[in-house]
């Protein structure tokens, strides 16, 4: 879900100290401290950067648990997602011990912070701690925690794709692309403002939620290592999605990210919308929605190769390589990623990472059941990725996203593949060379 344009709250206030046991912090050591600096001081907070996002607003309710548990204050500053890596970028490019535990988006800023030496390696952590349960986390999420043989972060928050529908409109979903298209056309009455389908359309903000429709048609981002825009599989998505938007969706679709995209079908002026299952809260709250009665969920239709929807770590956790207080920053992982408080925070409508989780009727039950069948069926089959897996993202995004901008505006998409994939294919030449070197 995205982050609000306001910061959060301010940090948590002290709690009482001198709880901490000898055999409270699990898992080996890391470095207590940096060479050449002291050790801090018990006065001294534990700072937890966080996106203000649901997860971080429903975890600072337990904060004070957590505090009480290890004898330290915990300062939780909330940031929106272009503040948190903005900060992250300045502090952390000057190796700044102000920073002790990172809430941050796996697949888009992982490989460039492993790539610059920020984070610290948890490999003997997660691995190490029967109790923590490595492998309960759903193995898509655990691939993208991963860089290097070296895990780096514990995933928080997961998303998949979703098909928002209206049920006062069609008696069923439709079960397969083409059928999305042809009820898509058959709904949209442009004098009546009503239109059949809705989504992303603008250059880089699109390409999260096309990578479905990619996936679907047999595509992929890249493959072995060298750019798949250009094959015939994603040619034929960007044309699909491009139609979609064009004939059947709202006026400047190309300028629509989530932010213009999502209130479109909250107010009732589309049938059809595919986003993230995460935003599913914003079409049951009477303050901004007029289609809570209405609204119904259902998996991604399949295309040609089937359903293949991205299955994602949207938000992660990790403790950074500078930080004076680590082992006390695993310990935050340790709890907030935790069986415990993801059954937790997964029971208060936050879809979690772990299977044991997923597989727990409890955990699903704050769910509409129709969205829980279809957030786990997607858990199952989904696609580990939503966007090129490469150091400079945006940068990909950008690259990758002009064919679906071409395909919106009605212009000849074979043409603009043909040199979004040359400029992608040197693109990623240079992506691995930065990496290696």
Not at 161 to 189: G, I
Not at 258 to 276: N, R, S, T
Not at 283 to 306: E, I, N, R, Y
Request: proline fraction near 7%; charged fraction near 20%; aromatic fraction near 8%.
């Amino acid at each position: 879900m995205p982050a609000d344009s306001h910061p959060g709250p301010p940090p948590l206030t002290r709690r009482s100290f001198g709880r901490l046991a000898a055999g409270v912090l699990g898992g080996a050591s890391l470095a207590a401290c940096a060479p050449g600096r002291d050790a801090p001081s018990r006065d001294t907070p534990l700072r937890v950067m966080a996106c203000n996002h649901v997860w971080s607003q429903a975890i600072s309710k337990y904060v004070p648990e957590f505090e009480e548990r290890i004898g330290r204050r915990v300062s939780m500053s909330m940031l929106t997602a272009d503040q948190l890596s903005n900060s992250y970028n300045v502090k952390l490019n000057a190796s700044g011990t102000d920073i002790d535990v990172m809430m941050m988006r796996a697949l888009q800023e992982q490989l460039l912070f492993a790539h610059n030496g920020w984070l610290a390696d948890l490999t003997g952590r997660v691995t190490g701690d029967a109790a923590f349960r490595w492998t309960d986390f759903l193995q898509a999420a655990r691939d993208r925690s991963t860089t290097a043989g070296k895990v780096l972060s514990v995933p928080i928050v997961t998303e998949r794709a979703a098909l928002y529908y209206r049920k006062d409109l069609v008696d069923s979903p439709p079960a397969t692309l083409d059928e999305l298209m042809e009820t898509s056309l058959r709904l949209t009455d442009r004098g009546g403002n009503v239109f059949g389908f809705v989504g992303r359309g603008q250059r880089n903000g699109s390409v999260s939620q096309w990578s479905s429709f990619l996936y679907s048609f047999g595509g992929d981002f890249t493959i072995d290592g060298r750019s798949g825009i250009g094959r015939p599989e994603a040619v034929t998505a960007y044309e699909f999605y491009g139609r979609l938007l064009r004939e059947a969706g709202p006026p400047g679709a190309t300028n629509m990210t989530l932010e213009q995209a999502m209130p479109i079908f909250a107010q009732g002026k589309a049938a059809f919308y595919v986003d993230a299952d995460s935003i599913y809260t914003n079409f049951l709250d009477p303050k901004v929605s007029t289609v809570q009665d209405t609204v119904a969920f259902a998996p991604v239709p399949a295309g040609p190769k089937g359903a293949r929807p991205y299955n994602i770590p949207s938000w992660s956790l990790a403790v950074s390589r500078f930080s004076l207080l680590q082992d006390e920053a695993w310990e935050f992982l340790r709890w907030a990623a935790g069986p415990e408080m993801v059954a937790r925070i997964q029971a208060d409508g936050i879809p979690g990472a772990r299977t044991s989780a997923w597989s727990s009727p409890a955990t699903l039950a704050s769910f509409p059941p129709q969205l829980a069948a279809a957030m786990s069926k997607s858990s199952e089959i989904g696609v580990g990725h939503d966007r090129p897996e490469v150091l400079q993202v945006g940068r990909a995004r950008d690259i990758v996203g002009r064919p679906l901008v071409a395909g919106i505006l009605g212009g000849s998409v074979p043409t603009v593949v043909r040199d979004a994939d040359a400029e992608f294919a040197e693109f990623l030449v240079r992506d691995n060379r930065y990496r290696e070197a």
